[in-house]
């Protein structure tokens, strides 16, 4: 799962849907994925996170094309 920073708005909706998997940071208010490869438990609240999204920057593919679905 990747996160497409340079896209992101920082609204926090992943955040709210799967606080295991996303994070946001004190400092700046960016967000940090925690868990590039969450457990099989988490995928319905990652794609609640998904969904959520308003930027559209979370994909659940990672560098090796492997996706959570
Ligand atoms: S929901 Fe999308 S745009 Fe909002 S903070 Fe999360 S990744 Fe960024």
Do not use: H, W
């Not at 609204?11 to 946001?24: E, K, S, T, Y």
């Not at 490869?37 to 094309?65: F, K, T």
């Amino acid at each position: 799962m990747l996160v497409d920073y340079s896209k992101c708005t920082a609204a926090g909706q992943c955040l709210l849907a799967a606080p295991n998997v996303f994070d946001q940071s004190a400092e700046n208010g960016t967000i940090v994925l925690l868990d590039e490869a969450p457990p099989e438990s988490e995928y319905p609240r990652v794609l609640d996170a998904v969904n959520r999204c308003p930027a559209s920057v979370i994909s659940l593919a990672n560098e090796s094309g492997t996706t959570l679905r």
